[in-house]
């Protein structure tokens, strides 16, 4: 397996281009099961989530082909010979359950393996399954997959979320595009992936309305036809790496980035003391000389704080003057960053789904483990700022949500390379 090393190396600067959302495009790409006419997705980004969900519409019988190094991929469900996403591609990614919706709302039927959890929590499917319930169709657990059919085809009906999910949203909406009459789902998630999906759809015949709002209706038509469609800014990224400059120093553009796709981050980005100005490319960051003034962070559904950008906001207040404290409200257990953090000097202390992070000088580099996707960048976030070298192992994780990470900070200055381990 691969290590990357960080050596803390002072002021960034220069610019990073960000990417097209993989969590956008973990859903648009099941779109494709919707329609048997070809729907290309643009602005895609070069992830392994992306080639895990390629694999798996492909063993469903979908054309699917990636062109220009991977930004564009062109699609084509017109014969789906395979009903069933088994376990062993599943198991690799939770947004495999992003195929039960759209084939079922196609097709009928659809057999789809239960994702199991995963390092940050249980995250079951409950929401999901509920909703296409509530749009007529009848669900059977057996030996650990879900066995899905709607005889007559899915009827529209009213989804009450009990609380914001956006996979179940994204699931209910793609299989209220073909249900038969209206569907409307109440407290829907509101995240720009969600208005995204909804814009994709639209372009291929879907008659939505109130994406982005808390009640989205659609009234189902009977087919869907092909389209093209940019891949919305990945904001998780953009949000990253927004905090390189804010923990090395120094100032760095972020190429595509868009303010409204993270304003709560920048606000208590802001308040730490990090300038933000936007630019004719995207989003300029910048924090020369002062330190960073302790915040508190509480992470909620958009618009509110990202979960994905907490563990990456905690490396950067372990250096901040004086004491933050973080809720993580949405997933059980996404603090396992907080002990590697630890072992770089950091002062956290976690109680349940609080963290109190008591700021120090400075951290000092460390051999420390990714454990999930976001927490792995944390702590090369860290190392940005840290005093000497921290070697971060169990590099795989990254590659599931950043591209290039090693070759983007590189080029603004950092001390960073990719190690085969020893
Ligand atoms: C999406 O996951 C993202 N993944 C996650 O990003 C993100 O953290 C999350 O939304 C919240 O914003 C993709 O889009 C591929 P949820 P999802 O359904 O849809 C519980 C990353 O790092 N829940 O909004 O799975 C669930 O356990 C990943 O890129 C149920 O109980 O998240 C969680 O506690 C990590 N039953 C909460 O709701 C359900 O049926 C929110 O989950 C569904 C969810």
Redesign the pocket.
């Known amino acids: 397996m691969d290590q990357i090393i960080v050596t803390g190396n002072g002021a960034l600067s220069g610019q990073i281009p960000i990417a097209g959302a ?3 495009c ?2 648009l790409m099941p779109a494709t099961l919707l329609s048997e006419e070809p729907l290309t997705l643009t602005n895609a980004p070069r992830l392994s ?1 992306i080639q895990t969900m390629t694999a798996l519409l492909q063993s469903l019988g979908a054309e699917v082909t990636s062109l220009q190094d991977g930004q564009v991929i062109a699609m084509s469900s017109h014969a789906i010979d395979n009903h069933t996403a088994h376990y062993d591609i599943v198991r690799k ?3 495999s ?2 195929v039960l919706g759209p084939m079922l709302a196609r097709e009928g039927h659809a057999v789809v393996s239960l994702p199991g959890g ?1 390092a ?11 909703a296409l319930e509530a749009m007529g169709a009848e669900l059977e657990l057996k030996d650990g997959y879900v066995h899905a059919c709607a005889p007559g085809g899915l009827k529209g009906g009213v989804v009450a979320f009990p ?8 699931n209910a909406l793609m299989a209220a595009t073909l249900a038969k009459g209206t569907t409307v789902l109440k407290n829907a ?1 509101k ?1 720009p ?1 969600i208005v995204d999906l909804a814009q994709c759809l639209r372009k291929m015949g879907a008659q939505i309305d109130g994406e982005g709002t808390e009640t989205i209706t659609i009234q189902g038509v009977d087919r869907l036809h092909g389209a093209t469609h940019p891949v919305v800014t990945d904001r ?1 990224e953009l949000g990253t790496y927004m905090l390189a400059p804010a923990i090395a120093g120094g100032e760095v553009e972020l190429v595509g980035g868009r303010r409204d796709l993270v304003e709560a981050f920048c606000q208590k980005l802001e308040a730490t003391g990090v300038h933000i100005n936007e630019t004719d490319a995207g989003l300029k960051v910048s924090r020369n000389g002062n330190g960073i003034q302790a915040v508190d962070v509480t992470t909620e ?2 618009p509110g704080f ?3 950008l907490q563990a990456q906001m905690m490396a950067l207040l372990c250096t901040a003057d004086g004491v933050s404290v973080l809720e993580e409200q ?3 257990n996404r603090f396992m960053h907080a002990p590697e953090l630890m072992r770089m000097g950091a002062q956290i202390d976690v109680h349940g789904g609080t963290a109190t992070v008591t700021g120090v000088p400075r951290l000092k580099g460390a051999p420390v483990m990714a454990t ?3 927490a792995s960048v944390s702590l090369i976030l860290a190392g940005l700022a840290a005093e000497g070298e921290t070697v971060v192992s169990r590099v795989y994780h990254l590659d ?2 950043y591209e290039h990470v090693v070759g983007k900070l590189k080029g603004v200055g950092a001390l960073i390379e990719r190690v085969r381990e020893t």
């Open positions: 993989k969590n956008a973990l859903t989530d990614m939770r947004a359950i992003l995963c940050i929590g249980a995250r079951p499917v409950d929401l999901h399954l509920k609380f914001v999910s956006v996979g179940a949203t994204e998630a995240e992936e998780i559904p958009f990202p979960t994905d949405i997933f059980e999930d996707l976001r599931r949500g």
